[in-house]
Nanobody
Framework: VQLVESGGGSVQPGESLTLSCTAF????????MGWFRQAPGKEIEGVAA????????YYANSVKGRFTVSQDNAKDTVYLQIDNLKPEDTAMYYC?????????????????WGQGTQVTVS
């Protein structure tokens, strides 16, 4: 199993980025793909999640309205679009995979993690 993120970078406030996460070898009848981020010196924070194959995504209150999750099932890829980027969005962004989750953004439910992609807003 491997999750590979891409799409991070250094941007200015107000710009947008789309992060990608491609899952290799993640199987199961029910797979939840989550996006998490960790800013320097802070705890990891869940920002969004979606069950693979359909259903409405779930967003943390802190990112609603600016973050959008989408997926391309044919490519086993989940995307996280971030609009109107702010300096406080600066963090390493990780995607993760779980089966059924007790809570959408409880990191303890997520078994597989990617290596992360850095987003810097300044």
């Amino acid at each position: 199993v491997q999750l590979v993120e891409s799409g991070g970078g250094s941007v200015q406030p107000g710009e947008s980025l789309t992060l990608s996460c491609t899952a290799f070898g993640v199987t199961g009848s029910r797979v939840c793909m989550g996006w998490f981020r960790q800013a320097p010196g802070k705890e990891i924070e869940g920002v969004a999640a979606v069950y693979r194959g359909g259903g409405d995504p779930y967003y943390a209150n802190s990112v609603k309205g600016r973050f959008t999750v989408s997926q391309d099932n044919a490519k086993d890829t989940v995307y996280l679009q971030i609009d109107n980027l702010k300096p406080e969005d600066t963090a390493m962004y990780y995607c993760a995979a779980a089966g059924w989750v007790r809570a959408w953004l409880d990191q303890r439910d997520y078994i597989h993690w990617g290596q992360g992609t850095q987003v810097t807003v300044s």
